[in-house]
């Protein structure tokens, strides 16, 4: 699976983004997806997760109640809704596949792979 994340940009604090990630093959709808974020200097971490199916979700506390995961398999496509960005939120952000079809959701990096090329979202206080 090839992915290919868009969406990012310079935003204000307080602003809405929507990421997007869509996929290559057929295999899409099978496995989990994440959103992670690396900052310049910091290791990469996890943002949130959805399950193949959609019905599953997880988020990093930092947020929590502020972003939303959402998939589209009929468009092989996986969203990130951001609203209410601050600065802390500057970073690369991926979006990855889980290494296995099928199981539950989890925040760890090394539990997915075929990691896309990461879109930029700076937030300006």
């Known amino acids: 699976v090839q992915l290919q994340a868009s969406g990012g940009g310079l935003v204000q604090a307080g602003d809405t983004l929507r990421l997007s990630c869509a996929a290559s093959g057929s295999t899409f709808s099978m496995y989990a997806m994440g959103w992670f974020r690396q900052a310049p200097g910091k290791e990469r971490e996890f943002v949130a997760a959805i399950s193949w199916r959609g019905g599953s979700t997880g988020y990093a506390d930092s947020v929590k109640g502020r972003f939303t995961i959402s998939r589209d398999n009929a468009k092989n496509t996986v969203y990130l809704q951001m609203s209410g960005l601050k600065p802390e939120d500057t970073a690369v952000y991926y979006c990855?596949?889980?290494?296995?079809?099928?199981?539950?959701?989890?925040?760890?990096?090394?539990?997915?792979?075929?990691w896309g090329q990461g879109t930029q979202v700076t937030v300006s206080s």
């Open positions: 990855a596949k889980a290494r296995r079809p099928g199981v539950a959701i989890t925040p760890l990096v090394h539990d997915f792979e075929d």
